[in-house]
């Protein structure tokens, strides 16, 4: 889990600065396009298309672009055309990492992973090398100033959540994908502040980093990150505090 929470806050910030360039807009339409392209058009109807499109609206995407992206889902306008790819590799010091890719090439996005990881030391691998040491589970992210860690666990419960830990000034909630929705609505209906809430893949163990290494492995994740066609990037790493001191200084 400190690997996820590692990246994901740094992610957490990058997106502030990514929003601005217009990139995340263009990474949550692909996400929006391919769930009403499997599941219809309705929101109300397809758990995943209200996900993305809940997503979209958490960062200020125009209401236009969101239904633009639905039509291209459902076949009504051009550019829908995407391919689910889930690639795995290693970063430096046998990291193990998964890139969710959404692609109208696959050839030409594989090619320009490929070199993403072989100039950070790392080597794109087979599938099935690394995925079988993640689970997929729903993370909400609530502040820790906004609710007490006992009020905020027995709520999460009661809902169905796994687990809710304190990470730093934040409290971490995971659960089960098939009660995310529920998990949302029961923090919603109290009014507690959300700082991100997603659907993701979290390591069962983690490998600690060297600073060497880390910087390493968290020019990957960035370089990653900063490609059009990933629109998700999990990794089983832990940074130990001194590591992360010395990166940060």
Known sequence: MAGHSHWANIARKKA????????????????????????????DSNL???????????VSMPKDNIQRAIKRGTGELDGGNLEEVLYEGYGAGGVAVLCEILTDN?????GE??????????????????????????VFIVPSDSIDEETLMELALEAGADDVKRE????????????????????SDQEIRVESSEITRIP?????????????VLQLMEKLDDHDDVQ???ANFNIPEEAMAEIEG
């Open 16 to 43: 502030l600065v990514d929003n601005k360039r217009g990139k995340l807009w263009s990474k949550l339409s692909k996400t929006i396009i391919v769930a009403a392209k499997h599941g219809g058009g309705d929101p």
């Open 48 to 58: 995943k298309l209200r996900y993305a499109v809940d997503a979209a609206k958490a």
């Open 106 to 110: 696959r050839n030409r996005t594989a």
């Open 113 to 138: 992973i490929r070199k993403i990881f072989e100039v950070t030391d790392g080597k794109l691998g087979a599938t099935g090398c690394v995925a079988w040491m993640f689970d997929r589970k729903g």
């Open 168 to 187: 730093g000034d934040q409290f971490e909630i995971t659960c089960d994908p098939a009660v995310f929705a529920e998990v949302g609505t029961a923090l």
């Open 204 to 216: 069962q163990s983690t490998v600690d980093l060297d600073t060497d290494t880390a910087r390493k």
């Open 232 to 234: 998700n990037v999990s």
